[in-house]
């Protein structure tokens, strides 16, 4: 399965982007898909996750409220409705994809496939 990618930009404070993951080689529904992101200097950071069953969702603290996971089976894609967006979430976005169990979702390793990323830039 390839992942892409897309949607980033940049964005003044207060914004939204819609970022999108379309899958190829593979059924997006078959797999938990979630969103990562990694600024300059830092570590990979969970963002959300929209599981490959229930499609239950879950976000990081600092996304909550703001961002929104969603899938559109028919065109085997995830998205990523961010919202009120501020400098804190400047960063490359990642989608992966896995079936990460509830203990594991918020781990790297629990994904096994990664799209390129995305570069997402806020301006205060």
């Known amino acids: 399965v390839q992942l892409q990618a897309s949607g980033g930009g940049l964005v003044q404070a207060g914004g939204s982007l819609r970022l999108s993951c379309v899958a190829s080689?593979?059924?997006?529904?078959?797999?938990?898909v979630a969103w990562w992101r990694q600024a300059p200097g830092k570590e990979r950071e969970f963002v959300a996750v929209?599981?490959?069953?229930?499609?239950?969702?879950y976000y990081a603290d600092s996304v909550k409220g703001r961002f929104t996971i969603s899938r559109d089976n028919a065109k085997n894609v995830v998205y990523l409705q961010m919202i009120s967006l501020n400098a804190e979430d400047t960063a490359v976005y990642y989608c992966?994809?896995?079936?990460?169990?509830?203990?594991?979702?918020?781990?790297?390793?629990?994904?096994?496939?990664w799209g390129q990323g995305t570069q997402v830039t806020v301006s205060s």
């Open positions: 929209i599981r490959q069953s229930s499609s239950t969702t």
């Open positions: 080689g593979g059924t997006l529904r078959d797999y938990g």
């Open positions: 992966a994809g896995g079936r990460p169990i509830l203990s594991t979702i918020r781990t790297t390793e629990a994904y096994y496939y």
